[in-house]
Each structure stands twice: as C-alpha cells, then as structure tokens.
Nanobody, 115 residues
Framework: QVRLVESGGGLVQPGGSLRLSCVASGINFRLHPMNWYRQTPGKQRELVANITSDSKTAYVDSVKDRFTISRDNVRTTVYLQMSSLRPDDTARYYC?????????WGRGTQVTVSS
C-alpha cells in the first residue's frame, strides 16, 4: 500500500522559512519522481516542484530561487525547503507520486504566511 505522509507546515512570518518533509512507503522510492503540489480554497491544485529519480529538479516560476526540492533515497523522504516566504505562498501543500498507473497523495500540510 502506497502511503505519503507530509509534515513541517505551520505559521510563519513573511520572509521566513520552512522545510516540508514527505515520507513515502509502499513504493520503490529511489526509482520514482516525486512532486510537491499546493492548493488554496476554490483553486486548482498547482504543481510547485518536481524531482526525478536522478534528482533533476523543476519549479513553477513563482517559487524559483526561493524553494528547493530534494530527496533522500535512504530515508524515502522528499523535502521542500521554502525560503523568502510570501503571503501568496499560503496553501495546503501535498506530496504526490505517480506509481503503476495511479496518482497517490498525502493528506497535506498547511503553510500559512502571515504577520
């Protein structure tokens, strides 16, 4: 059974930093790309960052140079280091994996950027 569990969200002031973690189980983690999405109420879920099995990364323009995605294949964990956070980064952040023809999602972790 594939399971994705996110953690690390919280309330942070503008300009601050947070690191999100997603622990994956039930998949051969090192072979699969991993994604971070985010969603705010009333909007579609947005792909924020992607990391391939060989650690190539890609980002949505709005987070480039502020967010960094990384992975630890030993810990089967994908991270999202977020810095210079802005109020418009406020969202629920979800870990995602595409595995054997199916999309898998965690429950998400809430990030709120506010003074």
């Amino acid at each position: 059974q594939v399971r994705l569990v996110e953690s690390g969200g919280g309330l942070v002031q503008p300009g601050g930093s947070l690191r999100l973690s997603c622990v994956a189980s039930g998949i051969n983690f090192r072979l699969h790309p991993m994604n971070w999405y985010r969603q705010t109420p009333g909007k579609q879920r947005e792909l924020v960052a992607n990391i391939t099995s060989d650690s190539k990364t890609a980002y949505v323009d709005s987070v480039k140079d502020r967010f960094t995605i990384s992975r630890d294949n030993v810990r089967t964990t994908v991270y999202l280091q977020m810095s210079s956070l802005r109020p418009d980064d406020t969202a629920r952040y979800y870990c995602n994996a595409y595995y054997k023809g199916n999309q898998y999602w965690g429950r998400g972790t809430q990030v709120t950027v506010s003074s």
